[in-house]
């Protein structure tokens, strides 16, 4: 088994090193990154150890040290990825807020369009029904996170009905949230259209959930993005240092 600390490396006649070390770092980034391009060219059905392997120049049993399993690197792939892009959106709204939440479900949908087959395949596997525990879990976590935080200021604040559990709450949202990507990457849902059907149907899905200043909230961010379009959403046109796949 590996630890979080050390992966022991055995290569050729090269000694161990620990996992903070710049080489095993550059290499674990080299794994997932090529995991990522072989999702999106390929799709997940395809993707081999031995193919991860001699794409990122490491043997094959480098790749079990590290991850144990296939489903392990896969999940980590995705988690990392979607990790480091949200952390990188540069924010102008207070953490815990309304605004916070829809600028990353917006800078998340703007990075997909230019990773569509990426998110196709993902998305299939997310809805599959003998998904692995590990990859699932790693693709809907981040969404809990997000969601939660703010669904959490809320019932602090008693802006939630009081027959709303927000666990539930929160994990109907981060559903009908990819199934709305999910129908984008299909095909169902143009390009041009995907932020302000994903956004205002989102907010009409929330609504009933929510009383006081909250739902006079959403209530007036709906009519103005009726009236608006996307011209009322908090749409950010960057993230630092953010790259694509």
Not at 80 to 109: H, K, W
Not at 162 to 174: M, Q, S, T
Request: glycine share 4%; hydrophobic share 40%.
């Amino acid at each position: 088994m590996v630890n979080k600390d050390t992966i022991d490396i055995k290569e050729s006649a090269e000694r161990p090193q620990t996992y903070s070390s710049p080489a095993i770092i550059e290499r674990r980034r080299r794994i997932l990154e090529e995991t990522r391009k072989v999702i999106a060219e390929q799709g997940i059905a395809a993707l081999s150890m031995n193919d991860i392997g001699q794409r990122a120049g490491v043997a094959k049993r480098t790749l079990y040290n590290a991850f144990q399993t296939r489903e392990r690197m896969i999940a980590s792939a995705i988690q990392e990825y979607f990790d480091e892009y949200v952390s990188q959106i540069d924010y102008a709204s207070e953490p815990g807020t309304l605004r916070y939440n829809l600028e990353r479900m917006i800078t998340v949908v703007q990075r997909n369009r230019k990773i569509r087959n990426y998110i196709k395949a993902i998305m299939a596997l997310y809805f599959s029904s003998d998904v692995d525990h590990d990859i699932w879990t790693a693709m809907h976590s981040p969404a809990v996170e997000h969601n939660r935080t703010w669904i959490a200021t809320l019932e602090k604040k008693k802006q939630l009905q009081p027959w709303i559990d927000v666990d539930a709450l929160v994990e109907d949202l981060v559903r009908f949230e990819y199934a709305t990507i999910n129908d984008w990457a299909q095909g169902r849902i143009p390009d041009g259209d995907i932020i302000v059907r994903l956004v205002g149907s989102y907010l009409s899905c929330v609504l009933g959930t929510l009383k006081g200043a909250a739902r006079k909230e959403v209530e007036a961010l709906i009519m103005d993005i009726a009236e608006r379009g996307m011209d009322a959403l908090p749409v950010r046109k960057r993230t630092k240092g953010a790259t694509d796949l």
